[in-house]
């Protein structure tokens, strides 16, 4: 018996629940599924932000400005999503799903890009402005159109970064030196698949974009997520999954509303009241510092 649990990764389960055999689950080979996903929404991502300010002021006949904005905001948003995509994995998805459920979300984006811009009523009529005359923007409908393809990808994006490299760190167990060893050659490999997506995206994709056709490179965009995510899925009985403690967000707003509650209470005559059941080893001395 004491054998048979040594193979076990004491803080992880496989994908029916039961503890997770160390020879079959995690390890290299799950972990390089999980890279895919990441080098694909990294080649989606930054294949549509580089060159769309291009598409806006060109085919949709914006001004430059606003153009920029567009582009920007919709790279913050992409950032800020990952709050979202955080607290959704630690508080009531966990990693696993969350990877799967944005990736899908990215995917439904990138492709619905590649309709909007393929379709000609979802574009203005082309036009060369010249001194004399300007060209007409994009109706507002078809801005909402757009924004709506944007704004999924940001979703999608926001929702992965914030699990990817959490769900790969999943599979090496801290406690073998050896795993140890191996989740660090992981974050090496782990961000040079990022850099390997953005130069990828930066060259080949805005060649395919600027010189072949738009809605096809957004279409690469959309069948690469599309394969990644049946790359990933095909490693689910393969993946080690560990128990959320909980959203740090959470437990922020748990402490404010506490101490709001508690702003009028006075404090015990001895301090020590205040720890309840924490033990002595664990606990930070009071202070006057910032009182």
């Known amino acids: 018996m ?11 389960v496989d994908y029916k629940g039961f503890p997770a055999d160390r020879s079959k689950t995690g390890g290299w080979v799950p972990a390089a599924l999980i890279l895919v996903i990441e080098l694909c929404e990294r080649l989606s991502t930054m294949g549509i932000a580089v060159n769309l300010v291009t598409y806006l002021v060109g085919t949709m006949h914006l001004a430059s400005s606003t153009s920029a904005n567009i582009v920007t ?13 955080g607290f959704l994995a630690d508080s009531f998805l966990g990693r696993y799903k969350t990877i799967a459920i944005f990736a899908s979300v990215q995917t439904l984006g990138t492709g619905m890009l590649a309709i909007v811009t393929k379709l000609p009523r979802l574009r203005p009529h082309p036009c060369h ?4 005359s300007t060209c007409e923007p994009a109706s ?4 909402g159109i757009l924004y709506m393809a944007l704004y999924l990808i940001a979703l999608g994006t926001g929702g992965l970064k914030s699990s990817v490299s959490g769900f790969g760190t999943d599979q090496f167990d801290e406690k073998d030196e050896k795993e140890k060893t191996q989740m660090a050659y992981f974050f090496s490999r782990f961000f040079f698949f990022i850099s390997l997506g953005t130069l990828t995206a930066v060259t080949v994709l805005v060649y395919v974009q600027d010189e072949v056709s738009r809605s096809l490179g957004y ?7 599309f394969t990644a995510i049946l790359i990933f899925l095909a490693g689910t009985k ?9 959203s740090p967000i959470v437990h922020i707003f748990q402490v404010i509303v506490a101490a709001i509650r508690k702003r009028k209470m006075d404090l015990p005559y001895n301090v020590s009241m ?4 924490t033990p002595e080893a664990s606990r930070i001395p009071h202070t006057d510092q910032f009182q």
């Open 274 to 277: 205040l720890y309840e059941d």
């Open 238 to 246: 393969r993946y080690r999954y560990k128990k959320s403690s909980g």
């Open 129 to 132: 402005a010249s001194a004399t």
């Open 219 to 225: 279409g690469i965009c959309s069948v690469s997520m």
């Open 2 to 12: 004491e054998g048979k649990m040594s193979w076990t990764v004491v803080d992880a």
């Open 73 to 85: 905001d919709f790279m913050g948003t992409s950032f800020l999503l990952c709050l979202l995509g």
């Open 140 to 143: 507002g409908f078809q801005m």
